[in-house]
């Protein structure tokens, strides 16, 4: 982590991300108060789209939730039934957009003003699409119950244009599978793989034409100016090797990304990013090694992935180059690095 990213303010989450979680703990047998107070929320802030919270306490919220409870899906049973508008700001936004693809723009483009520290965009990987979400402040643990409600949200802004019984194609998350996976399935109706690179869901191409019902243009004029006022507020957050680095990672697949493909991305041209890297005194091969490095010690640590899929995943044509590329980074091979984490374990 550099410099920068420890001295950054806490990530924060507009509070309507909340909207309904003290209902869902009183249903699933809890007390509201005392968890809310173990985490540090006021009662008063939770659903209120004025106010914001520290993500790390978001997180703790439903994680909390999930223990106190003993419902281990607390926050995959709250985000299946959490409709768009509840988000705030940039829920009303979404649904007042003339189509799918304009309100999943509008959502990427002014996601850091209702969540800051975090990726939200498309991306396209072998003719498929794929809605991805990840918390990038490393300092914030226990993440699994906001990727799992944050996954049944965003699936829920799909089926408000394509209909209740819309399924995603897949559904990806960061963590390892937890007990109980298979209600997973059952929930989004699709096939789930744990221990990705991120969490996303993928979806065709062609249902980003869908019309959104409830489309207002005077409504989204409105609510516009005042995402991008909050977008404003938060821009310079986080180096610009470590923006550079993440779209490297989201963008790994069955080959590397070039410094053109991750250029585009950012809607210049590879010169341009070539020399705005080398006036920082930086390499676009050494941030696409860092990327890979910190993306192979994520899944050797989370989920038993074969060796061979992880090599493929970080954009290597064969396990031999990435058990190579592996070694220099660490001295050992992947093989042994598993080995040692399981015996510590």
Known sequence: MSQLERNFEPAKVVASAATGVIEHIERCGGDPESILGRVGINLDAVGNPNFEINLSQYCELFHEGAKATGNDNFGLHFGQTFEPKKLGPIGYAAVSSPTLASAVSQMQRYFPAHQSLSHFGIIEEAGIYWLSYNIEDDRIINKRQDAELSMGMFTNLFKRALGPRWSPLEVRFEHIAPDGASE??????????????????AFRKEELEAPMPEQDPFLFAIIEPILRARCSMRDGSKEFADVVRDQIKLNLGDSAPTLNNVAKLFGISGGSLHRQLKSRGLSFNDLLSAARKDLALHYLRNGEM????????????????????????????PKIYRRNLTEAR
């Open 184 to 201: 997973h399935s059952a929930c989004f109706d699709a096939s789930v793989r744990f221990g990705r690179r991120t969490n996303a869901f």
């Open 306 to 333: 074969p060796l061979t899929e992880i090599a493929l995943c970080l954009g290597y044509s064969e396990l031999s180059a990435f058990s190579r590329a592996f070694r220099a980074w660490t001295g050992v091979s």
